[in-house]
Structure formats: C-alpha cells, structure tokens
C-alpha cells in the first residue's frame, strides 16, 4: 500500500493527515502540544488511537516509544556516530527488528527487516514537489512503520 505525507509535514503541537495514493485522508495524527516532552496520537479517520508516540526525555540521543493499547509496542532510536547519513534502529515487541537507513534529507530511504526492504519512503512516487510517498510491503503492518517515518521526519528535520 503507498501513502502520501506532506515535506516538513510535523512540529510538535501541529495535526495532520495521511492519505492514501488517491488522496482520501487514512490517518490523523495529533500532536500534543502542552505535554512534557513531544507527544502524538496516531489515530484513524473516526478518532480511535491506533498508537501513541512520545519521546524520550532523558535519553542519550533521538529516542521514542510506540505505544499500542497502553502497551510499548516499538521502541526508534536514531544511531548516534553514523558517518555522512543517518539510520534508524527500530525495536517491535514480538518481531525482528527494522533498519531504516539511505537519504533522510531528502526523503528517500528503505526500512529493512533483516535483509529484505519491507518499505520504501521516496519523492519519486508522486509529482507534488512537496510530497512524498511511503510505499509498504503487503504483510507489514502499515501503522507502525507510518508511525516511525512521522517519528524519522521529526527527528531529522526538527530545525527547520
């Protein structure tokens, strides 16, 4: 499935959209904008919370926690001495772990659980110059790998 997301789409306390690849609205995410340390809720389209980010405040570097039902479900962590580019460690309760590494910048990178690329973030997918696609492998759960571009956006893009 292939969503559609906004270029500095996110400062913390703004709401947003995802849509799909025919432009319908999908996602809601809602930023927290009074709480201690950055906080959002992933919601449907109806208002159910599918998940909840939130930073991690005393932490050594860019760290967030996912939380599903009340309960931590992936843990993202920006690695801290990467020469010329960043990657991405994520941690899902239950299941191997995903990568995420290639031009964070510019929004063209692939999440990797173990060798096999399970999605692909790019500005090629669409022709809107200030849009960029998320393309995720059928079997991925969409959610959770969404939520941790929202979470890669914010982390590599937060001065601007």
């Known amino acids: ?3 559609m997301m906004k270029q500095k789409l996110f400062s913390w306390g703004d ?5 799909d690849e025919s432009g319908v609205d999908r996602f ?3 930023g927290k904008a009074f709480s201690f340390g950055n906080q959002l ?3 449907d389209m109806a208002g159910n919370e599918l998940c909840f980010i939130k930073q991690v405040v005393f932490s050594l570097g860019q760290n967030y926690e996912i939380y599903k039902d009340g309960q931590l479900w992936a843990t993202v962590s920006k690695e801290l001495f ?3 580019h960043a990657s991405f460690e994520i941690e899902e309760r239950g299941a191997p772990a995903l990568q995420a590494e290639g ?3 510019y929004h063209r990178y692939t999440f990797m659980r173990g060798a096999k690329p399970v999605a692909e973030v790019s500005m090629e997918f669409f022709t809107l110059a200030d849009t960029y696609g998320v393309d995720i492998l059928d079997g991925e ?3 959770l790998i969404l ?3 929202v979470v890669i956006d914010m982390a590599c893009h937060q001065k601007d």
């Open 15 to 19: 709401d947003f959209c995802i849509k």
């Open 28 to 30: 809601f995410v809602d």
């Open 103 to 105: 031009d964070f910048i």
């Open 82 to 84: 990467t020469f010329f």
């Open 147 to 149: 939520a941790c571009t």
């Open 1 to 3: 499935m292939r969503y």
């Open 141 to 143: 759960e969409d959610v």
């Open 41 to 43: 809720s992933f919601e």
